[in-house]
């Protein structure tokens, strides 16, 4: 399971110009948005970014991707799914718990990460 920074939600709020308060207690997934994949990642990409930052960037990517099946938008999610798994199975020492956690659920996207697992 993940377990968010402070800091890092902090940051990624200045960064992204997202709106952040103590009342939104799952802040990654409140402020994901399918429109937004693109500066997750890139973002992501950039050396200055954090372990903590990227943990949430992903959550916030695969809340997006989420969508984006739940909206049926099926071209934009291939795109951006292929994106996601090149950085997951790059990383997938510090998403571990991120990959339990959205392969064992009943999630749209479950069957996509449970695929990824296998690399």
């Given at each position: 399971?993940?377990?968010?920074?402070?800091?890092?939600?902090?940051?990624?709020?200045?960064?992204?110009?997202?709106?952040?308060?103590?009342?939104?207690?799952?802040?990654?997934?409140?402020?994901?948005d399918?429109?937004?994949?693109?500066?997750?990642?890139?973002?992501?990409?950039?050396?200055?970014?954090?372990?903590?930052?990227?943990?949430?960037?992903?959550?916030?990517?695969?809340?997006?991707?989420?969508?984006?099946?739940?909206?049926?938008?099926?071209?934009?999610?291939?795109?951006?799914?292929?994106?996601?798994?090149?950085?997951?199975?790059?990383?997938?020492?510090?998403?571990?718990?991120?990959?339990?956690?959205?392969?064992?659920?009943?999630?749209?996207v479950?069957?996509?990460?449970?695929?990824?697992?296998?690399?």
């Open positions: 399971m993940f377990y968010p920074d402070q800091h890092a939600r902090q940051s990624l709020a200045i960064k992204l110009g997202l709106p952040i308060h103590d009342h939104m207690q799952d802040w990654e997934y409140e402020v994901s399918p429109k937004r994949i693109g500066d997750y990642l890139k973002l992501y990409d950039q050396s200055i970014t954090s372990d903590k930052e990227r943990e949430s960037l992903m959550e916030m990517t695969l809340q997006s991707l989420e969508d984006l099946l739940e909206e049926d938008r099926l071209e934009e999610f291939a795109v951006y799914e292929k994106l996601t798994e090149e950085r997951l199975i790059k990383f997938s020492e510090l998403h571990y718990k991120t990959l339990n956690y959205w392969s064992s659920g009943n999630f749209k479950s069957k996509y990460i449970r695929n990824i697992k296998k690399h």
